[in-house]
């Protein structure tokens, strides 16, 4: 999977477009009606800049040191 550099941000993407849209039905058949594109996108954006350091760092740890049982 993806070591958490910029070349692997196809991931973070794929999963933000895939959130967005599934929240965006559900606002869609709960309220009627949707956001402006703008925030939207504003909001797909911040995701993306907050979760890929939170990513590229879970990515370098260690599953071993991680999961060890003392």
Do not use: E, K
């Not at 550099?5 to 559900?26: F, K, P």
């Not at 956001?35 to 599953?63: E, M």
């Amino acid at each position: 999977m993806g070591g958490g550099s910029l070349a692997d941000n196809g991931y973070y993407v794929t999963g933000i477009t895939l959130g967005t849209t599934a929240g965006l039905i559900v606002l869609h058949y709960t309220t009627a009606s949707l956001p402006s594109w703008q925030f939207t996108t504003g909001v797909a954006g911040l995701t993306l800049l907050a979760a890929t350091p939170i990513a590229t760092h879970a990515a370098h740890r260690d599953p071993l040191r991680i999961l060890r049982v003392p």
